[in-house]
């Protein structure tokens, strides 16, 4: 894997690194849980597409709770620190390899032996987490798909909203899972790159 950590995540050089490449936080847009084609795949064909040809990236709507989340990254990452004992290096992106077809930003890596991804949630939704205990089903794509990208055996999914008891999950590899991911990954960057040149010579 190649790691990318001189960025720091959500500034201009982050996005112009990410530029029409897909993302793991997006392989929900490319395959479903159940291994069937999403729905969105087209749409996100077209975005990734245009971002590549426009150079530009498309922005996305970011509500007041998800302004508060960010807001609360540092004091959250903390908090797994301190009840994990352990550090997490942040790190911009990371691409699974030279060709840099696809890549994640996880919210770390804790002693480069596997990845954190925490999200800082509404109440309701920390309670509704802490009931399943488990990874939620929205984000099995996004972390299986990390999971791929770097060759790691283990995520840790970190969930917190104050005032509430905090949730880890530790994920390990879905080995049937990824082998529908990885083909279907390949066939979505082939796919992606005949449309650009096809878009290209019109």
Not at 44 to 68: R, V
Not at 117 to 134: A, R
């Amino acid at each position: 894997m190649i790691v990318i950590d001189d960025v720091k995540q959500g500034s201009d050089s982050w996005f112009k690194l990410k530029l029409g490449i897909p993302g793991s936080s997006s392989f929900d847009k490319i395959i479903t849980t159940t291994g069937a084609i999403s729905k969105q795949r087209t749409d996100y064909l077209y975005k990734l597409s245009a971002e590549i040809l426009t150079g530009n990236h498309e922005e996305t709507y970011q509500s007041a709770a998800m302004t508060e989340g960010l807001n609360r990254e540092d004091e959250s990452r903390a908090l797994y620190e301190m009840i994990t004992d352990t550090t997490v290096q942040q790190v911009g992106v990371i691409f699974k390899d030279e060709q840099r077809r696809f890549l994640c930003s996880p919210d770390g890596i804790v002693n480069n032996e596997w990845g954190f991804e925490m999200k800082n949630v509404l109440p309701k939704t920390q309670v509704g987490y802490l009931m399943g205990n488990k990874l939620p089903t929205q984000y099995i794509c996004q972390v299986q798909g990390s999971l791929l990208v770097t060759g790691f055996d283990r995520w840790d999914f970190f969930s917190y909203s104050p005032g509430l008891k905090p949730l880890i999950i530790k994920v390990e590899r879905d080995e049937n899972f990824i082998g529908k991911l990885a083909p279907a990954l390949d066939d979505f960057c082939l796919e992606l790159a005949i449309l650009v040149n096809k878009l290209k010579a019109m």
